[in-house]
């Protein structure tokens, strides 16, 4: 679905990301895992075409991505933020949005709209003001938008970081069922536990560079010193 | 008795009494202001969206000069269109000087760098995230510009009612464009400059009544205002 071959990205002399490459296959979710700072969002937005790679080559459906011309591969990917980014406008304008964007009919959009808000649970909240939504019902709407257009992949940046435990649950199954639906989910997170109980395979980076890529039960058993250190919690970052 | 007693009471019965030449003054205010700010708003605005998402070669030079421009001297901006338009100036032959249009294009060139300005900050105000969110979203470049002005809305409407206020209470640029005709030109803040000069306190003061609560009304529109965007 998704390779990456050698992305580096230097921001002001600073190397963020060096030498990345990986798969993402169809249909599976991919944690990108690390600490703070190791360039997960950085790699994300580059994945979301918010961010050229400095070098390297990023491949969608095995063609090298043209950010000159992404008129037909902007609709099929989309990302969700750390922090629940909401338009001020009505809970079902945000969520129609990217539908809108399509130029889908009024009618259908009703449909596909009132169809996501109830699956985060927020059918009551849709006539609301987005910006008066806590921050777990925003993340829900977010999550809610980015599944409404039905993107082949999904990027989710540290989704519930700053999340209760009640909505991180809720958001992690919501997660969970949208994968069920067949679209191709990568996360960015820092929460070992989080990556143990959604992922198929992770990606663990830090400083910048991919230490690991492994099917999540390898992942987990490896005996690397770095892969390790992060997941006993003896690395200080 | 006191002359300000006996204006006060002159001037409550012209504006009870709807006097014609009072509404006159009034309704030509608001049609020369209410024009020349709905053009400003419909050049400035672009005008701000375009130096916010677009960027060039000298366009800190150019946001300089819009900053610059809206602090214009209305007397200033008089003069330069009162010589554009005077019967030798470049644009005399279409005698405008001394119309209600001199007065409204002297309006308009104190309108256009507010609401520019004004316009220019809201957008770039707007969190880069939520541009992005918009991208992420498939929104094409159009569509995100009409995000950008969705979430400054409320900064955009402020430079609307500010140009208004300022175009409503100018006084020196009109009065050497317009040149203060009665029943043509004169407007409520050249009357009570002429009704103070002649004495007429009742007048002066009926105009200025209405020139406050003007101004009062838009200072309550742009208070609600504020605290509807704090509210978000």
Known sequence: MISLDGISKVIDGRIILSDISFEAEKGKILCVLGPSGAGKTTLLRILAFLERQSSGQYYFDGEAVDFNNLDTLKYRITMVFQKPILFNTSVFENVAFGLEARGMKREDIKRIVGENIEMVGMQRYETESALKLSGGEGQRIALARAFAIRPDVLLLDEPTANLDPANVSLVEDIIKRFNDSGSTIIIATHNIPQAERLSDKILFLLDGKAEDFLEKEHFFTTDKEKTRAFLEGRMVY | ?232
């Open chain 2, 1 to 232: 008795m006191n002359p300000i007693i006996e204006g006060l009471e002159k001037a409550f019965e012209l504006i009870i009494s709807l006097d014609p030449e009072v509404m006159s003054i009034t309704f030509l205010s608001f049609q020369i202001s209410g024009l020349s700010v709905l053009l400003g708003t419909l050049i400035g605005i672009p005008l701000g969206m375009f130096l916010s998402f677009r960027d060039f070669f000298g366009k800190r030079l150019v946001v300089t000069i819009n900053s610059t421009f809206m602090g214009l001297p209305p007397v200033v901006v008089g003069l330069f269109v009162y010589l554009l338009l005077s019967r030798s100036g470049p644009f005399g032959p279409l005698q405008l000087l001394y119309t209600p249009s001199a007065m409204i294009i002297v309006q308009l060139i104190m309108a256009i760098p507010i609401v520019t300005g004004i316009t220019l900050s809201s957008a770039n105000g707007v969190e880069k995230s939520i541009k992005e969110t918009a991208i992420s979203l498939g929104a094409s470049r159009i569509r995100l510009i009409l995000v950008v002005l969705r979430e400054a809305r409320f900064g955009i409407l402020t430079a609307v009612i500010t140009s208004f206020g300022a175009a409503i209470s100018e006084v020196g640029g009109i009065m050497i464009a317009g040149g203060d005709i009665r029943w043509h030109t004169r407007v409520l803040t050249t009357a009570v400059v002429l009704a103070t000069r002649k004495g007429e306190y009742g007048m002066a003061i009926a105009l200025g009544i209405i020139l406050l609560f003007t101004a009062f009304l838009v200072n309550l529109f742009l208070n609600r205002l504020q605290q509807r965007g704090v509210s978000r």
